[in-house]
């Protein structure tokens, strides 16, 4: 047996003051790669946490042998240290700053060409690393491997979901680690990159990097070598790949949610003659960067469409257009039911009649806002709210909280949430003024198995329910609920 480098012994686990594990053992060995699969996203989290010294033990310890050379060694030389220093981690709520350090993006900016110039370039930011140990990474070996060579003169935040999941693994080789820690991050790559995350695992691995990642039981990438379930009550199971791939899946029963509330909260329009969307010979571009080339794409009322396309195909950019928040839309030739962009309408006419979720929402809303104050912003199309609401309007947002089971978190601030209630918060945004389109971008992202098809369901009993239009963005087959029947590829 090899020697292990952390071990995690019968300890019960505290996370932000509410209680994770009991009596949890885990033995990390030399050699293994491990992938933690569980039924709660949170737990997950948590597990990594633990890793990281950031939860609260009451009973029980966890060792890290990995770094014992290490802290000796400085500790002789007096100088500051941490085990922290030999750990590259890759957290889900991957965010970037500006150039003075301060991480205030708002949403709009990265379809304005102006703002870039308040960003890093990715060459700047991935230099700007200062490693605490030496190590076999630079530049241009993390930008080969993560393909990143065409986008280090990139403002970062023009980068895609997906772009940007890459860079932040780039980023975390750029500290040299011994341990890296990622949470769910294959999470907004597409079909191609999913397939390529196995040979950046191994090649990482064998640089002597020993790899933990959370993700969900039907997505193991290659590289990995072990498996391990968690649950409230420690370890349930562990496997080898080969033996993991063997053993049965559990089905998991389809959940929901109070179906006819939902019918109840959900508009009753009847569909109009007018198509929500129409675009003709649509261009965008950059500077010398195109990013869509005569684009020509009709959505009629009621209809549900898939819109795909690999990472940095223009779908952001796309869409950026049909929420009004794109200023190139003026200059093309491009109605949002019925009506041109550019004829005297408003940013507001704009967003009135569209509900929009993207996971990257969450991180644009002011410090103070709860999650009942965000639900209720959706009535203003606003980042959040700022003017005082009518009885009715506080009493449909009761509605949309008893609907998700959001009424225990009300008061808490969105970012503070678990990144499966930030969704869940977000979509009810979305649809308590009633849209007649609702898109919904990448929306059940970093959810765990089990909330990623409560998520699909909901979706489809929203579609069974009324006459929505719905553009739907994933990069999952599985995530696509069975009401959407056609399919736009960039």
Not at 123 to 144: C, H, I, N, Q
Not at 402 to 418: C, M
Not at 446 to 469: A, W, Y
Request: charged fraction near 25%; aromatic fraction near 10%.
């Amino acid at each position: 047996m090899s020697e292990p480098i952390l071990s995690i012994q019968q300890a019960t686990v505290f996370f932000k003051a509410q209680q994770a594990f009991e009596n949890l053992n885990f033995k990390w060995e030399k050699d293994k790669n491990w992938a933690i699969i569980g039924d709660s996203g949170w737990e997950l989290t948590t597990f990594i946490e633990s890793i990281r010294g950031n939860t609260v033990l009451s009973k029980g310890k966890i060792e890290r042998p990995f770094a014992q050379d290490y802290v000796r060694l400085k500790t002789d030389s007096g100088e500051v240290h941490s085990f922290r220093d030999l750990i590259a981690y890759v957290s889900q709520k991957y965010e970037f700053t500006n150039r003075s350090h301060i991480q205030n993006f708002y949403f709009q900016q990265r379809f304005n060409s102006s703002e870039s110039e308040e960003t890093a370039t990715v060459r700047e930011y991935l230099l700007e690393v200062k490693a605490k140990v030496s190590g076999p990474w630079d530049l241009d070996k993390v930008a080969k491997l993560l393909r990143l060579e065409t986008l280090l003169d990139k403002s970062l935040i023009k980068l895609s979901n997906g772009e940007t999941r890459r860079l932040a693994i780039a980023l975390g080789l750029m500290h040299q680690p011994r341990i890296y820690l990622m949470d769910q991050p294959m999470t907004g790559l597409d079909v191609k990159s999913r397939g390529e995350f196995g040979e950046i695992l191994k090649e990482i691995s064998r640089n002597g990097v020993q790899i933990l990642l959370t993700t969900s039981g039907n997505e193991i990438p290659d590289g990995i070598t072990h498996i391990a379930k968690v649950s409230k009550s420690g370890l349930v199971k562990s496997w080898t790949k080969e033996e993991y791939h063997l053993s049965k899946k559990d089905h998991m029963k389809i959940p929901s949610w109070d179906w006819d509330l939902l019918s109840r909260l959900l508009p009753k329009n009847r569909l109009s003659e007018e198509s929500p969307i129409k675009l003709q010979n649509v261009r965008i571009q950059y500077g010398e960067k195109v990013i869509l080339k005569d684009v020509n794409w009709e959505v009629k009322a009621g209809e549900k469409w898939l819109l795909k396309g690999k990472n940095g195909s223009g779908k952001s950019t796309l869409i950026s257009l049909l929420i009004g928040e794109n200023p190139q839309a003026y200059s093309q030739d491009f109605w949002l039911f019925g009506r041109k962009r550019g004829t005297g309408e408003s940013i507001w006419d704009v967003k009135r009649p569209t509900g929009f979720v993207a996971p990257e929402l969450s991180r644009y809303f002011p410090a103070n806002q709860t999650c009942r104050k965000v639900i209720l912003s959706g009535l203003f199309d606003t980042m959040g709210l700022f003017k005082k609401v009518s009885p009715e309007q506080e009493e449909l947002t009761n509605q949309w909280l008893k609907l998700f089971n959001l009424e225990p978190l009300q008061h808490k601030v969105i970012q503070r949430l678990s990144l499966e209630h930030q969704r869940w918060t977000l979509l009810a945004r979305a649809l308590i003024k009633q849209p007649k389109l609702l898109i919904l971008d990448e929306a059940s992202q970093g959810m765990d198995e089990f909330q990623r098809r409560l998520f699909k369901e909901t979706v489809q009993q929203v579609c069974e329910r009324s006459e929505i239009t719905l553009i739907y963005v994933s990069h999952y087959a599985e995530d696509v609920p069975d009401a959407v029947e056609k399919v736009m590829e960039l």
